[in-house]
């Protein structure tokens, strides 16, 4: 937490990929939701 709000740098996610069974850290932020996909449009 960090001033009442969740960090989620800070969580220590997994996350399972069932294709070749692996887990894997979900950690670093790789871009912007619904601002990103945009600059593809173009």
């Given at each position: 937490m960090n001033n009442d709000k969740v960090d989620i740098?800070?969580?220590d996610a997994i996350a399972f990929?069932?294709?070749t069974h692996g887990y894997?850290?979900?950690k670093e932020?790789?871009?912007e939701a619904f601002k990103d996909g945009l600059k593809l449009k173009k």
């Open positions: 740098e800070l969580v990929e069932p294709y894997y850290k979900v932020r790789i871009g």
